[in-house]
């Protein structure tokens, strides 16, 4: 896909920009409540195959709601972008049937479920005219990366530590298809990838990874009720193609969300918060903390969407569809190596 920026007939660079949702889950309370604060958003258009989801957003955030993505597109009123919230396994044909309609679309990550499909929808995507999708790996877009890289910038880097832990299997926190395997990823697609992705942006490419995982608090079932075959503990030992090891831990055992990542360069020790937005740098002669201008992280991909949506310069998407794809296919690498040893990263 072209790097240069494209500026195709559907940019609106004055006025207020008409938006519309797919999947009105949860995370697009998220998104809903920021563009809710902007003058220059209106949503106009809610989508969910479950009408109680989008009837539910639709109280608070207006809009009309539609049962399928087609209809809204045909028959709803006309949009400038859209954001898409679904499952990962609810994407290709609302991803092509949006771009196809000459829409932006902001789409939450991963990019798919699975890397074969993603590669196949990437594929698409590059032969529509103007298809831009920017993908939902939200740790890119924050100014705290940009910070990082900055206060970065005279050191090298060469481990890692990254940590992430919720208590989303003892304390219940996700819909139920999160703890089937198959339908999310569990830990490593929904909540690891964030790293991944992230560590990739700042290092590169991994070439090998290898792990473990354990589940020490429920036995993995298989029930009519819904299936609970995610890992419950992961630990991950990392390999990039510019000679940088590290190691990944997760858990959906504990206490709250945390997550946290510590860079061990030759001059400084950069321990970055990812949850409460913070770099603290230690060296031996001084310790400083950065905080990021606005914790709400989720703030600074919708700013950079918003953005492009208006330029047409879509040069500087955080994530492209191809991009998320990769960090998919090291996500998938990963969740094979808990059962087959050292993988090779692939894609
Ligand atoms: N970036 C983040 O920090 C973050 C946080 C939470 C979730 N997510 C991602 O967002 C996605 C959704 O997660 P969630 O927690 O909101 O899940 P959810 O189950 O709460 O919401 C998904 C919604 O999509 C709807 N849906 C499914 N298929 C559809 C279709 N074909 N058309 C229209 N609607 C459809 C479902 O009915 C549901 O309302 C996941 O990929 C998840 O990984 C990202």
Redesign the pocket.
């Known amino acids: 896909m072209s790097t240069q920026p494209a500026y195709g007939a559907k940019t609106k660079t004055q006025g207020v920009l008409n938006v519309g949702f797919?999947?009105?889950?949860?995370?697009?309370?998220?998104h809903l409540r920021i563009l809710e604060k902007r003058k220059d958003i209106k949503i106009v258009s809610l989508?969910?195959?479950?009408p109680d989801?989008?009837k539910e957003k639709q109280a608070v955030f207006g809009g009309e709601i539609f049962?399928?993505?087609v209809d809204m597109l045909k028959k709803g009123p006309k949009l400038d972008a859209v954001w898409v919230?679904?499952?990962?396994?609810?994407?290709e044909?609302?991803l092509v049937n949006c771009t196809k309609a000459g829409l932006p679309v902001f789409c939450?990550?991963?990019a798919e479920r699975k890397v074969a499909v993603a590669k196949r929808i990437a594929d698409k995507l590059d032969k529509i005219p103007n298809a831009h999708v920017q993908i939902?790996?939200?740790f890119r877009s924050m100014a705290l990366t940009e910070r990082l890289r900055e206060l970065m910038a005279d050191d090298k880097i060469h481990t890692f530590m990254s940590a992430y832990a919720c208590g989303a299997s003892t304390q219940n926190l996700?819909?139920a298809?999160?703890y089937d395997n198959d339908l999310?990823g569990g830990a490593l697609?929904?909540?690891a990838?964030?790293n991944f992705d992230w560590l990739r942006y700042l290092f590169g490419e991994v070439v090998e990874v290898s792990g473990f995982a354990t589940n020490p608090f429920r036995k993995k079932t298989m029930s009519k009720k819904g299936n609970y075959t995610i890992d419950e503990t992961i630990a991950m030992s990392l390999k990039f193609a510019n000679g940088i090891t590290g190691t990944h831990t997760h858990s959906w055992l504990a206490d709250t969300w945390r997550n946290e990542v510590v860079l061990f360069g030759e001059k400084r020790k950069y321990h970055v918060n990812l949850g409460t937005c913070t770099i603290k740098v230690e060296s031996a002669r001084e310790e400083t903390l950065f905080t990021q201008r606005s914790g709400t992280?989720?703030v600074y991909?919708n700013e950079k969407f918003i953005d492009a949506v208006r330029s047409g310069d879509w040069s500087k998407n955080p994530s492209t569809y191809r991009d998320a794809a990769k960090s998919l296919a090291l996500t998938q690498a990963c969740i094979d190596s808990l059962n087959k040893g050292i993988q090779k990263v692939k894609f």
């Not at 989508?47 to 479950?50: G, L, T, Y």
């Not at 919230?85 to 994407?91: E, M, V």
Request: net charge negative; glycine share 6%; proline share 7%.
């Open positions: 797919v999947g009105t889950g949860n995370i697009s309370w998220t989508c969910d195959i479950v989801h989008a049962f399928d993505h919230c679904t499952p990962s396994t609810a994407r044909e609302i939450e990550k991963p939902g790996y939200v996700l819909p298809w999160f999310s697609v929904d909540q990838t964030h992280m989720y991909e």
